[in-house]
């Protein structure tokens, strides 16, 4: 695992436990408004393996109760399920951050919690991510997460302007029927990937209650988080 950076203690990154967060470096995605460029094409400073370990077997227990593995996209490496299966045996919860494509590799993963990103309707996707064909592995994933009874889940949504709004927000609750757990989120045009998108102005908090309402007639459990 190549990791780019650790948040020694989180409170906000693991829904009700105190965590530390480890950033892996590389994804697979170019979504244009990605505030983290630096790690998506491997920049950040890199920690290794046993620094991290070293920190987790003296946090565990003491400030700490669980690990958030973020990214970049983690399920891009072959070793991430050996990397949890150590983390567990240190006693500590995972929570796996994913953009979904690999969900070849979530069928196999022994975590806690998993946050997926469901960024766009389908017909979309590539033109957000800059990945061609890819929809399949995005309804596998989604299909295997609010299928599963092995973790909990949350599924996460980036509303932008003229990409993923209203009508976008419609056709992806059809995908999303049962599911436990959907946050839409608004995006900030401070540090983006592709300088264009530091020109489009976020939906205002009215437009993103109206969008909120939306999703709720067909998926209840969808709540807006600032
Ligand atoms: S937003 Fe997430 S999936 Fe998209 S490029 Fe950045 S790290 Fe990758």
Redesign the pocket.
């Known amino acids: 695992m190549s990791i780019g950076g650790i948040i020694p203690v989180s409170f906000v990154d693991y829904p009700e436990q105190i965590a530390t967060t480890i950033f892996i470096s590389g994804?697979?995605?170019?979504?244009g408004?990605?505030?983290?460029?630096d790690?998506?094409f491997g920049k950040t400073k890199t920690t290794t393996e046993a620094e991290v370990f070293e920190y987790l077997f003296k946090a565990r227990g003491r400030w700490i109760d669980a690990v958030c593995i973020s990214?970049?996209?983690p399920t891009q490496y072959l070793g991430l399920k050996q990397f949890i299966h150590k983390i567990k045996k240190m006693g500590l919860l995972v929570k796996l951050?994913t953009?979904g494509t690999h969900p070849e590799i979530l069928y196999d993963l022994d975590i806690d919690y998993l946050a997926m990103?469901f960024?766009t309707s389908l017909g979309r996707y590539c033109e957000l991510?800059g990945v061609k064909n890819i929809e399949e592995k995005i309804s596998s994933s989604l299909d295997y997460i609010l299928n599963q009874n092995n973790f909990d889940y949350e599924i996460r949504t980036?509303l932008v302007p003229s990409l993923v709004g209203p009508k976008e927000i419609s056709e992806m609750s059809q995908m999303l029927k049962g599911v436990k757990k959907w946050i839409l989120q608004p995006f900030r045009n401070i540090k983006t990937?592709d300088p264009n998108f530091k020109k489009i102005i976020p939906f205002d908090k009215a437009t993103c209650e109206k969008i909120l309402k939306t999703a709720q007639e067909k998926i209840p459990h969808t709540s807006l988080r600032n």
Not at 33 to 37: D, E, F, G, L, S
Request: charged fraction near 25%; proline fraction near 5%.
């Open positions: 994804c697979n995605f170019r979504c408004y990605c505030h983290n460029p790690l998506v990214g970049g996209e951050d953009n990103d960024k991510t980036t990937i």
